[in-house]
């Protein structure tokens, strides 16, 4: 295999890498946002889930131009796209202007973990595709560590707009990567169908659903609790500051950094995918629900239990290498970017679904003009996150197995 296409591949990780830096972002500056621009739990909340529109928005295009057009300039427009919308989210002024900022950013973004699945499943054998897809998605868990507790020290160092003009220069250096490794596959290779008739394929398969809903449910504790509302609960909870929390939180991300490709190594190993999702989910259940609903745990243990949370949930990965095999070869980054748009929905979902839960139990008290929500609240609002797990392990318990196999094969 050649080099560039192992680079083109490295490529794509560090852009999810990037991409979850930039979608954790608001968990670490809620206060210095609500503040600057005068909102509640709630704005914020549905402000930093704008992100997850454009995100999630994007995903079934995504699939279906990298099936026709190749990942190559797609990749490299994104970065700049990312580029832009961090520009616009840190230099306006009103709520409007980083609201369009930062569905730029999510909509740009789209294109990275797609992107580096399709590399993967161009340019390397198919027993191969769960493992690189799983040392993708640990890219991108270690960007969201780095978007904590690190980039609080960013945030502090330059104000929270300094902080996000900063992230910008970052996409400038993956446009220049994605164009100089980055390779699309031969023309002929390429889906030949009309684009819609490939989407309407990959819709009306039973499975894809099954599949993208059981990673919803494995998301919610990911981008619901660690992605934003996970920080302010601990200091809270804990009586303690905000880099502490974010450091706690940060966990759930080397959960998945670890879990993601072992899992995918494993399910390799085995030939199933069904299972380790559902062993996955079963995990998160437990351990969210001990984060919640038991009291005085130390901050060692609440860590251990936000690691496991995040390992459990990786098992998401499984569902990417499932869709890619319940569906015909040509239509892989379709059925992946229409199961990671409901994937990556949960943000859209939870975050502002949890903000508005808050304001509803909020009892009137503020701090320095930020809304402070006592442990009742927040405990009341991310059972929601639980509930959504259980759903998700509902759908496992209904999918079909592939046993690793492409889908003429089975």
Known sequence: MPAIHLLGWATGALFFFYAWILRVAPSVMIDEMMRDL????????????????????????????????????????????????????????????????????????????????????LWFPAQRFALLSGLAMMMGMLGGVFGQAPFRLVVEALDWRGAILALAMGGVGLAVAAWATVRDRPHEARASAPMLAGLGRVARNRQTWLIAIAGLGTTGPLLGFAGLWGVPYFVTTLGIDRTAAASITSTVFLGWALGAPLIGWASDRIGRRRSPFIAGLVVCIAAMSVILYVPGLSVPALMALCFICGFGGASQIVGFAAARENNPPALSATAIGLVNGLVTGAGALFQPLLGWLLDLNWKGEMAAGARLYDAGAYRTALSVIIVGCVIGFLCTLAMRETYCRPLEQQ
């Open 38 to 121: 005068a909102v509640g739990g709630a704005v914020i909340g549905n402000l930093s889930a704008v992100y997850f529109f454009g995100y999630a928005g994007m995903q079934v295009p995504v699939g279906m131009l990298i099936d026709r057009f190749g990942p190559r300039r797609l990749m490299t427009m994104a970065a700049l796209g990312c580029v832009a919308g961090c520009a616009i989210f840190a230099l306006s002024a009103g709520i409007s202007g980083v609201a369009v900022g930062r569905f730029v950013i999510g909509a740009a973004a789209a294109f990275s973990l797609v992107g580096a699945m399709a590399v993967a499943g």
